[in-house]
């Protein structure tokens, strides 16, 4: 008797150990979203602040050696997000020295080294190149090499030579460009049965996340025969058909010449009226 009850127990202590229903507790989120000073910003489990660097425009990293001093990269063994966070998005990069590096929207994320408490946003626009990881950016700010259909490299001018060139790309690094010929918020390109908006498609997308070094109030919506086009100072903004969504691909800026379809850039001019 005394030894069918000591089993009794045991059974009863391990049942305790696993709460009661014998299922292992889920592994806790090392992935979220943080309240702070420019909004919801993806984050740490503790609550620190991630980034985007605009160098990174192609989806490798390219912060390397001492830049990792002061931008520590992301890394985790097993990627567990909030609710809420879309799963689809995220993904891993392996640095050369094997570490799993998360990115978001292809962006690799990395650490500050001044943020020191949860929500820190202290770096923000340092050396104009490192932005705080949003989830919902209409236009983002990459550095890169003009590169035109024609193979030919390119500089922001729009004459050719090899310089690095910040602009204007979506949430997922793809290139935005203007057309010459529109207007103030008007669009001439566009037919109204949209049979060419697959060489120049429209840029359709409401006014959501900036990075802070960007001015809301310059961007706007316009209606473009029944879809919303994003508009930057007055040019509406297009993607080029054959870019095929590859990050950092600028093949538009030579087509059908250079400065016909230029890449935008936070000073652009303002579109004519």
């Known amino acids: 008797m005394l030894w069918a009850l000591s089993l009794v127990a045991l059974f009863t202590i391990s ?58 990269a992301f890394t985790v063994t097993d990627l567990n997000l909030a609710d809420g966070l879309d799963s689809t998005v995220f993904s ?73 060139t910040q602009f204007f790309v979506d949430g997922m690094g793809r290139t935005l460009y203007a057309f010459a010929n529109d207007k103030n918020k008007k669009n001439n390109y566009t037919k109204e049965d949209f049979s060419n908006d697959g060489v120049w498609p429209i840029y359709i997308s409401e006014i959501n996340d900036l990075p802070s070094v960007m001015d809301k109030s310059l961007f706007s919506v316009i209606d473009v025969f029944g879809k919303k086009q994003l508009t930057y100072k007055g040019w509406p903004l297009y993607y080029f058909g054959p870019d095929a969504k590859v990050r950092g691909a600028t093949k538009g800026v030579s087509v059908p010449r250079p400065g016909v ?13």
């Open 92 to 164: 891993t990069i392996t640095r050369p020295d094997g570490a799993k590096q998360v990115t978001y929207k292809g962006w690799p994320l990395y650490y500050y080294k001044d943020d020191v408490a949860a929500g820190d946003v202290k770096g923000e626009n340092v050396g104009g190149v490192w932005f705080v990881a949003k989830t919902n950016y209409s236009v983002m700010l990459a550095n890169g090499q003009l590169v035109g259909n024609d193979g030919k490299s390119y500089k922001a001018d729009q004459t050719e030579g090899t310089a690095e």
């Open 15 to 72: 049942c305790s150990d696993n709460d009661g229903d014998g299922t292992t507790p889920e592994p806790a989120a090392n992935v979220k979203l943080q309240s702070t000073t420019l909004g919801q910003v993806l984050a740490d489990q503790n609550g620190r602040t991630l980034y985007f660097f605009s160098k990174d425009l192609t989806g490798a990293s390219t912060c390397t050696g001492n830049c990792l001093q002061a931008w520590p």
């Open 261 to 273: 379809w230029p890449i935008v850039q936070i000073n652009s001019p303002s579109a004519p009226n």
